[in-house]
Each structure stands twice: as structure tokens, then as C-alpha cells.
């Protein structure tokens, strides 16, 4: 299936891609936490030997890395990790999460064009936050700093397309995948300080729900763009759910199963 654009379709078309770009920004909320989730891993793999690698930055500053291998027709491992540094007026954030997985892959559909994932996995990460405020009348700073590292353990679903789908734009044509992925994780802190002070432990359970679209633009190198939400089910004051997941990113599968013309 191929998605013809005319002129005006065209123009119709940018100007909500510029929209679609531009949500984030005026989503991503103020709120912070001890949390920041990562991009999910959703390598897409139909066979034993195939490889996926992918990077993807937020508005935030965030920058995720996954990679992943098809250990067997079934079975995979994945490796993710993610940062932010960021120094800003009235707040400074330093964020650090690695973890590790591996699961169940499966295609079906007539053409085994569709994948479903199921990945567990664990790891660990740390948060830093200084809140900043000028004293309007003396000009001092006042600073508050929280220091958190805590333990994450998740579960994760993927269900992918690789259907004949995709979008022809200046003459060329370009294949688009889609999926969703539901990720369910538990952090919990082991260690938090405020202003070099002990403070009290928390814990959480989010619930991480995003859908992604690819754009192909060679046979290994596909265009991501990421959308998604985190709900904390627990009531907590610095193990919530302040950020929600928006990203644009690269993927390079290499392997895999050839897709039919």
C-alpha cells in the first residue's frame, strides 16, 4: 500500500508533521522526579542473528541507547541505557539508568509480516536534581539538592507491523513499521538524600505505554518517532510520574526477514 501526496496533500502534510514534532514540547510537563523513563527497546526481530541498535534524544535532553541480538529463532537479549545532563537557571539535572533483558520473540500474520515481543529485564540507575532560587531582594542563591539511586525491575510487550505500508514523498517512496509497546516497571530506592541528608525511601510502579512509528530510509536505517505516557500507581513525592515519553531517534537492524515487494 503506498501513500500518494499531491501539492497541497503535500503541504497538508508537513504542517502537521511540524505539529506532530512540536507536541512534545508543549506536553513535556514542569514536574520532576527521581525517574526519567527510557525509550523502550522494540527491536522487531524475526530470526536468529539479527541485530538492532537504536538512539533517540527527548526535548528534555535525554539520550536513550539500545541494542539488542537474536540469540536463537525465539529468544533475544537487550541492553539499554540512558542520560541527561542538563544546567539550567533554576535547575540542574543529572540522570544515569542501565538495564538489561531478554525474552520471547514471535512473527505470525499471513505473511509473517507481524511481531509480537516479551521481554524481562532489570537495572539500576541514579538521579541528581538542584533546585535553584535567587533571593529577589539580596540576590543569594538558595540551592536544594536531591541525590537519589534506586533499583528498576519491568516487564514489556511489543506488538509490531511490517506490513506493506508506506509513504511516497517527492518522487520517492519510503516503507513505514509501526507498533506499540506496554511496559510495566517497579523502582524502588535504596539510597536518597536531601542537601546531604538522609530522607525517606520510596517506591513505585509505572505503567508505560507508547506507540512509535518508523520511517525507512535504506534497508537497515529507519526514522523513529516516539510517543507515549508514564502513570505512577502509587502517590508518591519523588518517585513520580512527571515525565511522559516523547523522542526522535535512529534504529539499524541489520539481518532479519527480507520483506516482500
Keep these: 500500500m503506498t501513500i500518494p501526496f499531491t501539492a497541497p496533500s503535500l503541504q497538508k502534510s508537513i504542517k502537521q508533521l511540524i505539529l506532530l514534532l512540536a507536541l512534545p514540547l508543549l506536553l513535556a510537563g514542569c514536574g520532576t522526579s527521581a525517574y526519567m523513563p527510557n525509550v523502550p527497546n522494540v527491536p522487531m526481530f524475526t530470526k536468529k542473528g539479527e541485530l538492532s541498535a537504536g538512539g533517540h534524544v527527548t526535548p528534555k535532553g535525554s539520550i536513550t541507547f539500545n541494542t539488542a541480538y537474536a540469540v536463537s529463532d525465539h529468544f533475544a537479549v537487550l541492553l539499554n541505557g540512558s542520560m541527561l545532563s542538563s544546567d539550567r537557571r533554576k535547575r540542574d539535572m543529572r540522570h544515569n539508568l542501565l538495564e538489561a533483558a531478554g525474552g520471547y520473540y514471535t512473527t505470525f500474520g499471513p505473511e509473517s509480516n507481524r511481531v509480537l515481543e516479551i521481554y524481562g529485564g532489570f537495572g539500576g540507575g541514579s538521579s541528581e536534581r538542584t533546585e535553584k532560587e535567587e533571593d529577589k531582594e539580596t540576590g543569594e542563591m538558595s540551592y536544594e539538592r536531591h541525590e537519589a539511586n534506586f ?18 514523498l517527492l518522487s520517492r517512496e519510503f516503507p513505514l ?4 509497546a506496554l511496559r ?3 523502582v524502588d530506592m535504596h539510597d536518597y538524600s536531601l542537601n546531604n541528608v538522609p530522607g525517606q525511601l520510596e517506591d513505585n510502579i509505572f505503567l508505560e505505554p507508547i506507540f512509535y512509528t518508523r520511517l525507512t530510509l535504506n534497508p537497515a536505517v529507519q526514522l523513529q518517532y516516539t510517543s507515549g505516557t508514564t502513570i505512577g500507581l502509587k502517590n508518591r513525592d519523588i518517585l513520580t510520574a512527571a515525565y511522559s515519553v516523547f523522542s526522535l531517534g535512529f534504529v539499524i537492524n541489520v539481518g532479519g526477514l527480507e520483506k516482500k515487494r
Design 184 to 186: 510495566a516497571s517497579y
Design 151 to 168: 533499583n528498576k525491575y519491568f516487564v514489556q510487550v511489543n506488538f509490531s507491523s511490517k506490513r506493506k505500508k508506506s509513504l511516497r
Design 177 to 180: 513499521n509501526y507498533g506499540t
